[in-house]
């Protein structure tokens, strides 16, 4: 099946510095992919849809500049934190949507843990 | 916008009990729902897929009912298990592929 593969899956950096996470469609081509965010014990947000050659789409209240993201082929996008702080310490997940024939799904990469200390 | 809401925020049962989870949203105009699982601290993993236009969908024990009317769905669980305990969430998908979930129904099943 389709597989997002995603790294690192745990990273612990110090304030002030910047940090990337990839995710990368091994067996597919993702022309879109999605960034959530997920703090915890609270549900999945979305922060931003990526999309490949082009600017990101960004939901109200995430800060482009603060996270961003690059899609610049059809198998990786990243998210960059940039000058990470404390209360930027979340779980960050991306996805894409998979359209086969008549099948529909979509497929999640395994989570970063970001930990700024 | 869309809000979706799960209900039991948490729930815990014997082992072989059978159990339903809700879901509700605020929109009927949806293109699909699915239902995950998440492990603690790891990625989510797909349980069902309801599209807009199907009633429910199996899958082993598992049973997932759309209702658009009513702006619910269910997630049924057939003789529980310990290894089902995780969190389950529900989203809300459209047609590009942008999920909204709901915050998740924590479920323990003990021996």
């Known amino acids: 099946g389709a597989v997002v593969s995603q790294h690192p899956s745990r990273v612990i950096c110090k304030s002030g510095t910047s940090v990337k996470i990839e995710c990368r469609s091994l067996d597919f081509q993702a022309t879109t992919m999605f960034w959530y965010r997920q703090f915890p014990k609270q549900s999945l947000m979305l922060m931003a849809t990526?999309?490949?050659?082009?600017?990101?789409?960004?939901e109200q209240g995430v800060e482009k500049d603060k996270f961003l993201i690059n899609h610049a082929s059809l198998t990786l996008s990243t998210l960059t934190v940039t000058s990470a702080h404390p209360e930027d310490s979340s779980f960050y997940i991306c996805s894409a949507n998979l359209v086969r024939g008549q099948d529909y799904g979509y497929t999640f990469g395994s989570g970063t843990r970001l930990t700024v200390v | 916008k869309q809000e979706v809401t799960q209900i039991p925020a948490a729930l815990s049962v014997p082992e072989g009990e059978n159990l339903v989870l809700n879901c509700s949203f605020t929109?009927?105009?949806?293109?699909?729902l699915q239902w995950f699982r998440q492990d603690p601290g790891k990625g989510l993993t797909s349980l069902l897929l309801i599209q807009s236009s199907q009633r429910e969908q199996t899958s082993g024990r598992l049973n997932a009912s759309l209702d658009k009317s009513s702006g619910r769905s269910t997630l049924y669980i057939a003789a529980s298990q310990p290894g089902d305990s995780a969190t389950y969430l529900c989203?809300?998908?459209?047609?590009?592929?942008?999920?909204?979930f709901g915050q998740g129904t924590i479920l323990t099943v003990h021996p």
């Open positions: 989203a809300l998908g459209t047609s590009y592929g942008k999920l909204t």
């Open positions: 929109d009927s105009a949806i293109y699909n």
């Open positions: 990526s999309n490949e050659g082009s600017k990101a789409t960004y």
